[in-house]
């Protein structure tokens, strides 16, 4: 499995822009579909973006389309949420997961699809 790394996060005020990177360890990373979750205080883990390991698919929660974009650079080892019109209900810990796969089309929006998971970033929007 790879080890997953998430920076990126911090403090931004409401209506601006983060992006956070995911880098990967290991030689497999090109065959890993990719997510990015997120928690808020008090909130079960919910779902934010995935990407397949092509890059081809892309999968986005109602709550960030329009506004976040999911991209990957295999070449890397990296994947990227780019985050803009950030507001308050953004603010939560992120995470990146990974999980390999047989098709480069595949994506998956369920945690429980994943088997490596990153320690997490903080993103506070301020008001």
């Known amino acids: 499995q790879v080890q997953l790394v998430e920076s990126g996060g911090g403090l931004v005020q409401a209506g601006g822009s983060l992006r956070l990177s995911c880098a990967a360890s290991?030689?497999?990373?090109?065959?890993?579909?990719m997510g990015w979750f997120r928690q808020a205080p008090g909130k079960e883990r919910e779902f934010v973006a995935a990407?397949?390991?092509?890059?081809?698919?892309?999968a986005y929660a109602d709550s960030v389309k329009g506004r976040f974009t999911i991209s990957r650079d295999n070449a890397l080892n990296t994947a990227y949420l780019l985050m803009n019109s950030l507001n308050s209900e953004d603010t939560a810990v992120y995470y990146c997961?990974?999980?390999?796969?047989?098709?480069?089309?595949?994506?998956?929006?369920?945690?429980?699809?994943?088997?490596?998971w990153g320690q997490g970033t903080q993103v506070t929007v301020s008001t």
């Open positions: 290991g030689r497999t990373f090109s065959s890993y579909a």
């Open positions: 997961a990974g999980v390999p796969t047989a098709l480069g089309s595949n994506y998956y929006t369920q945690a429980r699809s994943y088997a490596s």
């Open positions: 990407i397949s390991w092509s890059g081809g698919r892309t």
